[in-house]
T-cell receptor, first 109, second 115 residues
Framework: KNEVEQSPQNLTAQEGEFITINCSYSVGISALHWLQQHPGGGIVSLFM???GKKKHGRLIATINIQEKHSSLHITASHPRDSAVYICAVNGGGADGLTFGKGTHLIIQP | EPEVTQTPSHQVTQMGQEVILRCVPISNHLYFYWYRQILGQKVEFLVS????????KSEIFDDQFSVERPDGSNFTLKIRSTKLEDSAMYFC?????????????FGSGTRLTVV
């Protein structure tokens, strides 16, 4: 069974700061997902990665398959980025995702 | 952009009652999933469904739970004889394929409260 660990659990930063959230997992995967969950509860998919790096706007996600590690970066952070960011991994096949506990990010104006 | 639609958004039920949570996945998606999130805890996989049958299920998904795709568009999760500990947010998700080439689309969730 895959163990997914995220750090930090909580992060408070000032608007404009560069944010990094880390995710590590214990067993090889076919894909890693970064998800965003707002206070209302809905989950939005940000990235799906199986190798390398992806960028979307101010968000950048990287993965190192050998080290079983991924990072999510937010450049020029803004209060609207405040949310819980969740890392989840897919072991392949029709198995569902295994989720981390999430990182609760607060960006203060 | 296509959405996964879940109804109802909130459901309150008496302990021991049966509930049905409904989901309309994206029309060209082939894989469907139910997840749950107990308040303050991480999201947990319940079941995946493909070609009108269960593909995988977790240990949480016991005989109390069942899934169905009754009419080719809806995907339902039934919980028989609800317990207090079934109170959680239930998310439906769908994907075109289970491979790493396709992402998931999640619904906005149904918050189930068992009293």
């Amino acid at each position: 069974k895959n163990e997914v660990e995220q750090s930090p659990q909580n992060l408070t930063a000032q608007e404009g700061e560069f944010i990094t959230i880390n995710c590590s997992y214990s067993v090889g995967i076919s894909a890693l997902h970064w998800l965003q969950q707002h206070p209302g509860g809905g989950i939005v998919s940000l990235f799906m990665l199986s190798s390398g790096k992806k960028k979307h706007g101010r968000l950048i996600a990287t993965i190192n398959i050998q080290e079983k590690h991924s990072s999510l970066h937010i450049t020029a952070s803004h209060p609207r980025d405040s949310a819980v960011y969740i890392c989840a991994v897919n072991g392949g096949g029709a198995d569902g995702l295994t989720f981390g506990k999430g990182t609760h990010l607060i960006i203060q104006p | 952009e296509p959405e996964v639609t879940q109804t109802p958004s909130h459901q309150v039920t008496q302990m021991g009652q049966e509930v049905i949570l409904r989901c309309v996945p994206i029309s060209n998606h082939l894989y469907f999933y139910w997840y749950r999130q107990i308040l303050g805890q991480k999201v947990e996989f319940l079941v995946s469904f493909y070609n009108n049958e269960i593909s995988e299920k977790s240990e949480i998904f016991d005989d109390q739970f069942s899934v169905e795709r009754p009419d080719g568009s809806n995907f339902t999760l039934k919980i028989r004889s609800t317990k207090l500990e079934d109170s959680a947010m239930y998310f439906c998700a769908s994907s075109e394929d289970h491979s790493s080439n396709y992402g998931y689309t999640f619904g906005s969730g149904t918050r189930l409260t068992v009293v």
